[in-house]
C-alpha cells in the first residue's frame, strides 16, 4: 500500500504545480492593476490609459488605472513594492520615485532596486527649455548670454526641489557658469503661469508639459535638454549642439512589477508594452504629445535604474539639493 502512495502524491504534487498562479503558466487570468502614483489626467496618467487598451488586447484581460498620487510618487511606489509578486500589480513611473527619491529623501519604505521587478523603459520625455515668446533669445548659450548681462542673472523655475526640471536647470548653471536663482514651484502648472506672466525668466519642463503653449504660440522652445532633438520639433536643437556639454536630463517612464514576479510573468509583460508601443496609433499620439516610445528589455531598464541612481545622486550631492519639507 505504501509503495502505491507515492506515485499518487507525486502525480497530486505535479498538478498543484502547474496550477499554482506563481509560475505563470497562465498569466494573466483576471484584471491587472496598474498604479499611476500621479494625478488623473496629467502626463503619467495619459501615457498608462493610452497603452492599457492595447495591453489589455495582447494579454486578454483588463487593465485597471489605479492613481495613488502623493509623496512625489512614494505612495504609489510603496504599495507596488508591499504587493504580491504575481503580475497583477504593476507600477508606471518617471525616473523621480525610482531614481531620484533615494537620493534626496532617507526614510524612503521601498528600495528601487531591491523592491521592483523592473518590465520596461517606456518612453523618454526630454526637458525642454523655453522662455516667453518675446524674450531676446534664441537658444540655451544666447540665454546664458543674457543673464550674464543683467546684475542679478536670471530667475529659472522648476516643478520643486529635485525634480528633473531642477536637475536640469543647475546642469544648465554648471555648463554656462551663469547667475541663476531658482525658483520652485509645487507642479508644472503654477510653474507655466509665472512664467507665462513674466515672473520668472525661463524654465526647464517636460515636453509633452509644454507642448499645448508651445503649439499655442505662448512660449518658445530654444534647447532640448536631451542627447538628440525631439521629433516633434525638429527644428529645436540639444543643448550639447549649442556647445554646452553635459546638460542631459530626459525623465524616463518606466514600468516595474513587485521584486521577485516571475520570469514568465515578467515577459509576457514585457511583450505587451513592446506590443502597445509598436501599434501605430499609439507611437502616433506619444511622439505628437512630445514624447519617444522605447519598449526596452527589462534588463535595460535594470542597467538604465542603476545608472541613473548614481548619476543624479552626484548632481544632487554636488549642488546641495534637499527635499522640500
Known sequence: MMRLRWPSVLIATCVLALATPGLAQDYPTRPIRLVVAFPAGG?????????????????????????????????????VAKSDPDGYTLFLTTMGAVAINPNLRTDLPYDPVKDFAPIAIVINTPEVLVVRTEMPVKSASELADYARGKPNGITMGST???????????????????????????????????????QIDALFIDLPVAMPHILGGKLKPIAMASAKRAEVLPDVSS??????????????????????TPAPTVAKLNAAVIAALNDAAIRKRLVESGATPVGSSPEELTTLLKSEIARWGQVIRDNGIKPES
Open 239 to 260: 543643448v550639447d549642439e549649442q556647445g554646452l556639454k553635459g546638460v542631459y536630463a530626459d525623465n524616463w517612464y518606466g514600468l516595474f512589477a513587485a521584486a521577485r
Open 160 to 198: 520643486g526641489a529635485g525634480s528633473p526640471p531642477h536637475l536640469a536647470l543647475e546642469l544648465f548653471k554648471g555648463a554656462t557658469k551663469t547667475k541663476v536663482t531658482h525658483v520652485p514651484y509645487r507642479g508644472a502648472a503654477p510653474a507655466l503661469s509665472d512664467l507665462l506672466g513674466g
Open 43 to 79: 502626463p503619467v496618467d495619459f501615457v498608462a490609459r493610452l497603452m492599457a487598451d492595447k495591453m489589455k488586447s495582447v494579454l486578454g484581460q483588463p487593465i485597471v488605472i489605479d492613481n495613488r498620487p502623493g509623496a512625489n510618487a512614494a505612495i504609489g511606489a510603496d504599495y
